[in-house]
C-alpha cells in the first residue's frame, strides 16, 4: 500500500521515520523538562542536561531502525488496508521502546526521566502514523483517480480468479487494473485465451506499451502441470507472478504460509498465531472480566445466596469441558441442580421442559446469569469473552464423527458468549447450524467483530427461548 514496490520510497519512508524519531526524542524531552518540571519533584533540569539526551539519539535512532525492519515495518505491502498500517507502527513501536528501556537500563551512570521515555513512546508513534495516514490518503485517492495503476492479468477464471476481480473492483484505492483472464474452459469478453497463450498476452501488451505488470495463477491444485508450465513461460518475462491456489474445496482455518527450510508450507487448518491483534483480545479479556467480576460483586454474593438456600452443596459447579486445542479444562457455574441430578441419569443434553433444576436454578439459566464464573475462567486463560461455547467431552465423542466439521471448532479459544448464540444458536438446537456459525466466526475473527457479538450478547444473549 504506502511502500510502492521500489526501493527509492521505501528508503524515503525510511529516512523519515528517522527524522520523526529524532524529532519524538527532542520534543518529549522539552515537553518534559520545560512544560512538566513545575509540577513534579524530580531534579532541575541542570541535572538532566539536553546535550546528554542528544549524546544517546544517535543510539536511539540505530536500535529503533533496527526492530523497525526485524518487525516488518516495511515490508512493502500494496493491498494493505489502514488497521493494518495503524496496528503495524503500534507494535513496532511497542517493540523499540521496550528493547531501548531495557537497553538503557543497563547504563546506570545517567538516569533517564520515565515521563520522557512514556511521552517519547507517544509522539513518536502518533507522528509516525500521521506521515503514513497522509500518504495512505494521498495514493488512495490517486490510485482511484487512475494514477499509479498495476495492470495485472489472471490464469484461472474459476471461483479464486473470480474473487480475486471482485477483490481488485471493490477496492481501486489498490491500484490494480485487470486486463482480464486466461482460461482453458470458460468464454467471455474478459477472457483473453487459454491458459497457454500467456506469452502472447503479455507481449502484446509490451508492444502497446502498457507491459502487465503481475500475473496471477488461479488454478486448482490438479493443475499442477499446468501451473508448472505456465510458470516457466512467463519466468521469460518481467512480469511478477504470484501463485494463488484454489483452496475453497476445504474449510480454510487461520491459514497462512510460513517457512520450512526454505519450502513454502501452506497453513490449511490451524491454531491462530499469537499476533499482535491477539495479545489484544486477550488484553481486553482480562480486563473486561475483571471489571464485571468487580462491578457484578454485588449480584454475584446475592446470587450465591440464594443457590445456597435453594439446596445443600457447593454454590459453584464445575463441569469438564473441552476448549482449544482439545485442552480439557473445568468450567465453572452457578450450581443451578441438586448435588445429586447427574448421578441419577447421567450426563444429559439440557432440553425443554427437563425438571433436573432447582427454582432458583431454573432462573438462573433463562437469565443466563448462571455462566457468570466463567469470567473467572476467563482471567485464567482457559477460555475468552467470545469464542465458540466449549462442551463436554462425553458429548463430544458422539458429535466428532456424526456432525461434519465438528472439531474445526476447537481451533480457537472458547468463549462465554459467541457468533451462534447470538444468533439463537443454543440450547437444544441445530449442532450443524451452530457448527456452521462458530467456523464462521473463526473465519472471519476481528477485534470489531467480537465487539459486536459482546453487544448482540448485552441486547439478545442473555434471556432466550432456548436457554434452559
Sequence with gaps: MLQEQSRLFQRLLFFADLALIAVGWIAAYFIRFEVFLRIDFLPPPEWQPFSRYVGFLPGVLLLSMAVFWATGLYVPDRAQKWTRLVTGVIKSTLVGVIVLAASLSFYRAFYFSRLHMALFASITPALMLALRLGLYVALRRARAQGRYQRRVLIVGAGEVGRRLRDAFAQYPWMG????????????????????????????????SGTPIDYVYLALPLSSAQRIEEILSAVSTRLAHVFLVPDLFQFDILNSRVTEFSGLPV?????????????????AIDVVFSALTLILLSPLLLLIAVAVKLSSPGPVLYRQERMG???????????????????????????????????????????????????????????????????????????????VPRYMLRH???????????????????????????????????????DLKIMLLTVWRGFVHENAY
Design 266 to 282: 501452506i497453513h490449511v487448518i490451524d491454531e491462530a498465531p499469537l499476533d499482535f491483534r491477539r495479545a489484544v483480545k486477550r
Design 411 to 449: 481451533k480457537m479459544k472458547a468463549g462465554i458468549t459467541g457468533w451462534a448464540q447470538v444468533n439463537g444458536w443454543r440450547g437444544d438446537t441445530s449442532i450443524e447450524k451452530r457448527i456452521e456459525h462458530d467456523i464462521f466466526y473463526i473465519q472471519h475473527w476481528s477485534l470489531k467483530l
Design 176 to 207: 490494480f487494473d485487470l486486463l482480464g483472464f486466461l482460461d482453458d474452459s470458460k468464454e467471455g469478453p474478459d477472457i483473453l485465451g487459454r491458459t497457454d497463450e500467456a506469452i502472447r498476452v503479455l507481449d502484446e501488451a509490451e508492444a
Design 324 to 402: 482449544l486445542n482439545g485442552q480439557r479444562f473445568d468450567i465453572l457455574k452457578f450450581r443451578s441442580m441438586p448435588m445429586e441430578a447427574e448421578k441419577k441419569s447421567g450426563a444429559v443434553w439440557a432440553s425443554a421442559g427437563e425438571n433436573r433444576a432447582t427454582r432458583v436454578g431454573a432462573f438462573l439459566r433463562r437469565t443466563s446469569l448462571d455462566e457468570l464464573p466463567q469470567f473467572i475462567n476467563v482471567l485464567r486463560g482457559e477460555m475468552s469473552v467470545v469464542g465458540p461455547r466449549p462442551e463436554r467431552p462425553v458429548f463430544i465423542e458422539s458429535f466428532r464423527d456424526r
